[in-house]
């Protein structure tokens, strides 16, 4: 159990995205994965910018490939609302009539070039944030991060992630999910060095930004030991490759995990109980939480044969219950997303099922959930990821242009109908995000937009 798949690539390697090879294994699991950076120039500000989104039905939002799409109910119309310019995370939307996103981003060097055209607009500091957009899709200027001595130049904002060896940034560090609260406080989780080994690296981090301003950081959860700094940034004790996160009504932070806290597999859901998060950034010394104050509980236990990697996590609006997905699955039915009640016990309503680890990445028309979002009417949303291999359990990683979002209608008892796709061929998606016009701001474009790349009409669905 030596590698496990994929490494975050490298920002678009040349010839392709790096994939590393997987060794006979008893588990597998998933990082995500960024890309390069240019495109869309920075349009800041927020008061003078209004959303164009359609009122009707609902808006789903994905991100692949460093650029944030969209699908309509209404007429099923998709488009870009972000360009591909280094995005490549879970999407949330704030809810706070601005119509404001963010998204996990890390921009590598200068000399990345990325399909949205040549790098010809300013590069992200720092490497490592959540970047702030506003509801047309541009980005604002403004970066959530932890900060630290690690810049791209002198004089630019740094972040307290070191880079890897060879210089990248996103080989140390990278925000995948992300949730927002009632009081418009934004969380992520930073996977760290979780870039395909295995034992998987407890080095993972959740991270809050406290509102309105966003300008103030703490690191709630993480590593405690070794690393770099007073955050103990690749040290040890914290996360072990966190995924794709969500909010309860209560506020607290449902956050899965690929591994256990000490990094052998299965994974876990956690649950962080907001009551015991800091106001502001008063109370952490250093922009460090103090362990002994934070509440955290196992919401979810995986096991080899129930949901064996949870990475993602999502409030089914017709239950008011809890959908959690696993990259393949366990047991007699290979069940990769199952319902639970808010307080972790099972729903008991059939499940979807998918790749088993003995046909893992072996299935041309399979499907390896990542991140999901449900409809008001129920309907599920969800990330294909694409993971496929070479021969058995052997140089597996997610296909290039193969990734899709696929959706899900259910029947009477709230059986699930069949996988259909919504829009494909993607490089490496990682979630999907709901937004409905008549209750909040939703991001949309002004004027025509381009399809999903590389999506053309032809190509279509």
């Known amino acids: 159990m030596r590698d496990l798949i994929p490494t975050r690539p490298d920002r678009r390697p040349p010839g392709g995205r790096r994939r590393r090879n997987l060794a006979a294994l008893a588990v597998v699991t998933l990082v995500l994965a960024g890309c390069g950076s240019a495109s869309a120039p920075a349009s800041g500000g927020t008061a003078s910018v209004t959303s164009t989104a359609p009122k009707s039905g609902y808006l789903v939002y994905w991100d692949q490939d460093e650029e944030v799409d969209y699908y309509h109910s209404t007429d099923g119309s998709q488009g870009q609302v972000m360009p591909p310019w280094d995005l490549n995370g879970q999407v949330c939307v704030l809810n706070d009539g601005t119509g404001r996103f963010v998204g996990g981003s890390d921009p590598t060097n200068p000399s990345q070039l990325n399909p949205g055209g040549p790098p010809t607009y300013p590069f992200k500091q720092p490497p490592d944030s959540e970047e702030m957009n506003n509801v047309t899709g541009g980005f604002t200027g403004k970066t959530l991060f932890v900060p630290g001595p690690f810049r791209f130049a002198p004089g630019q904002p740094g972040q307290d992630a070191p880079a890897d060896d060879t210089g990248v940034y996103n080989g140390q560090s990278t925000y995948t999910g992300c949730a927002i609260d009632g009081q418009h406080n934004i969380f992520a989780s930073d996977i760290g060095t979780a870039q395909g080994s295995f034992p998987i690296p407890t080095n993972g981090r959740l991270v809050e930004w406290f509102a309105p301003s966003y300008t103030s950081d703490c690191?709630?959860?993480?590593?405690?030991?070794?690393?770099?700094?007073?955050?103990?940034?690749?040290?040890?004790?914290?996360?072990?490759?966190?995924?794709?996160?969500?909010?309860?009504?209560?506020?607290?932070?449902?956050?899965?995990?690929?591994?256990?806290?000490s990094g052998d597999f299965p994974g876990n859901v956690l649950e962080f109980d907001h009551s015991s998060f800091p106001t502001s950034a008063?109370?952490?010394?250093?922009?460090?939480?103090?362990?002994?104050?934070?509440?955290?509980?196992?919401?979810?236990?995986?096991?080899?044969?129930?949901?064996?990697?949870?990475?993602?996590?999502?409030?089914?609006?017709?239950?008011?219950?809890?959908?959690?997905?696993?990259?393949?699955?366990?047991?007699?039915?290979?069940?990769?997303?199952?319902?639970?009640?808010?307080?972790?016990?099972?729903?008991?309503?059939?499940?979807?099922?998918?790749?088993?680890?003995?046909?893992?990445?072996?299935?041309?028309?399979?499907?390896?959930?990542?991140?999901?979002?449900?409809?008001?009417?129920?309907?599920?949303?969800?990330?294909?990821?694409?993971?496929?291999?070479?021969?058995?359990?052997?140089?597996?990683?997610?296909?290039?242009?193969?990734?899709?979002?696929?959706?899900?209608?259910?029947?009477?008892?709230?059986?699930?109908?069949?996988?259909?796709?919504?829009?494909?061929?993607?490089?490496?998606?990682?979630?999907?995000?709901?937004?409905?016009?008549?209750?909040?701001?939703?991001?949309?474009?002004?004027?025509?937009?381009?399809?999903?790349?590389?999506?053309?009409?032809?190509?279509?669905?």
Not at 227 to 249: C, E, F, K, W, Y
Not at 292 to 313: E, H, I, R, Y
Not at 315 to 334: H, Q, V
């Open 219 to 261: 690191v709630l959860y993480g590593p405690d030991t070794g690393g770099v700094g007073p955050n103990h940034a690749d040290g040890s004790g914290g996360l072990s490759q966190p995924g794709m996160m969500t909010t309860l009504p209560n506020g607290n932070v449902l956050v899965p995990q690929a591994g256990s806290d």
């Open 282 to 461: 008063a109370q952490c010394p250093d922009g460090r939480y103090p362990r002994t104050s934070l509440k955290s509980s196992v919401f979810f236990q995986a096991t080899t044969d129930n949901l064996p990697v949870p990475m993602g996590v999502a409030l089914d609006p017709t239950c008011n219950c809890y959908a959690i997905s696993s990259i393949f699955g366990g047991g007699a039915d290979n069940a990769v997303i199952k319902w639970f009640t808010a307080d972790g016990t099972p729903v008991d309503r059939p499940s979807i099922d998918g790749e088993s680890l003995a046909d893992f990445g072996s299935d041309p028309n399979g499907f390896n959930p990542f991140g999901m979002a449900f409809a008001p009417d129920g309907t599920l949303y969800f990330v294909d990821i694409h993971i496929t291999c070479s021969s058995a359990l052997t140089n597996c990683g997610p296909s290039n242009y193969e990734g899709r979002v696929m959706t899900v209608k259910f029947g009477p008892g709230r059986t699930p109908g069949p996988v259909t796709t919504v829009a494909g061929h993607f490089a490496f998606p990682t979630s999907v995000t709901v937004c409905v016009p008549s209750r909040q701001v939703c991001p949309f474009p002004i004027g025509p937009t381009p399809l999903p790349t590389p999506q053309s009409p032809s190509e279509g669905e």
